[in-house]
Structure formats: structure tokens, C-alpha cells
């Protein structure tokens, strides 16, 4: 069974930078696309950023030019780098990777636990 485990969250100043690491375990054959989302207090999760096998990335309008989603595929870990900070960028984030654990399983779909961010002065 594949375990993500993420990492980095916590209290940042607006402007101020974090970087979320998400580790994955277990049989792993093949990724399709690693992704992060986030849900604020009162607010359904939304997507933030997401890689492809291929290494295409995508990000939601609000946090473009701000965020980047990187990966060390050796160590089966993606990263999201989050700079210039904004108090609207308080939510717990969630990775979520899309994988085959095995060449006679099909995709399946892995979740994180979280990390809370938050931004404030």
C-alpha cells in the first residue's frame, strides 16, 4: 500500500516563503501526475498545481508566478515551493498522486494527510 507523507507546513509572515515536500512509500510501477490542493477553514478543496509523467505543470490562476511543483523521482518526492506568501493562501494542502502500484493494477488514486500553512503577521 502506498503511504504519501507530507511536510513544511506552518506559519509564515505575508511575503514569506514555504516549501511542502510530499514523500510517498511503498511498490510504486508508474506515476501519471503528482498534485497538490488545499482547503481553507469553511471551503471545499480546490486544486493548486499538478506535474505530469512527462513533466508538464499546471497551477491555478491565483498562485501562478508564485508557486512551482518540482519532483526528485530517485527519492519518489514532490515539492511545492510557495513564495510571496498571501493570507488567502491559509488552507491545510493536500498532495495526491495518480499511480499503478503494480503492472496488473490499474490507476489508482493516493491522498496525503496534510499540512496546515498559514499565513499571517
Same mark, same amino acid.
Given at each position: 500500500?502506498?503511504?504519501?507523507?507530507?511536510?513544511?507546513?506552518?506559519?509564515?509572515?505575508?511575503?514569506? =516563503?514555504?516549501?511542502?515536500?510530499?514523500?510517498? =512509500?511503498? =511498490?510504486?510501477?508508474?506515476?501519471?501526475?503528482?498534485?497538490?490542493?488545499? $482547503?481553507?477553514?469553511? /471551503?471545499?478543496?480546490?486544486?493548486?498545481?499538478?506535474?505530469?509523467?512527462?513533466?508538464?505543470?499546471?497551477?491555478?490562476?491565483?498562485? /501562478?508566478?508564485?508557486?512551482?511543483? =518540482?519532483? %526528485?523521482?530517485?527519492?519518489?518526492?514532490?515539492? &511545492?515551493?510557495?513564495?510571496? &506568501?498571501?493570507?488567502?493562501?491559509?488552507?491545510?494542502?493536500?498532495? $495526491?498522486? %495518480?499511480?499503478?502500484?503494480?503492472?496488473?493494477?490499474?490507476?489508482?488514486?493516493?491522498?496525503?494527510?496534510?499540512?496546515?500553512?498559514?499565513?499571517?503577521?
Amino acid at each position: 500500500q502506498v503511504q504519501l507523507v507530507e511536510s513544511g507546513g506552518g506559519l509564515v509572515q505575508p511575503g514569506g =516563503s514555504l516549501r511542502l515536500s510530499c514523500a510517498a =512509500s511503498g =511498490s510504486i510501477f508508474s506515476i501519471v501526475a503528482q498534485g497538490w490542493y488545499r $482547503q481553507a477553514p469553511g /471551503k471545499q478543496r480546490e486544486w493548486v498545481a499538478h506535474i505530469t509523467s512527462g513533466g508538464s505543470t499546471n497551477y491555478r490562476d491565483s498562485v /501562478k508566478g508564485r508557486f512551482t511543483i =518540482s519532483r %526528485d523521482n530517485a527519492k519518489n518526492t514532490v515539492f &511545492l515551493q510557495m513564495n510571496s &506568501l498571501k493570507p488567502e493562501d491559509t488552507a491545510v494542502y493536500y498532495c $495526491q498522486w %495518480d499511480l499503478r502500484e503494480s503492472i496488473i493494477k490499474g490507476v489508482q488514486n493516493y491522498w496525503g494527510q496534510g499540512t496546515q500553512v498559514t499565513v499571517s503577521s
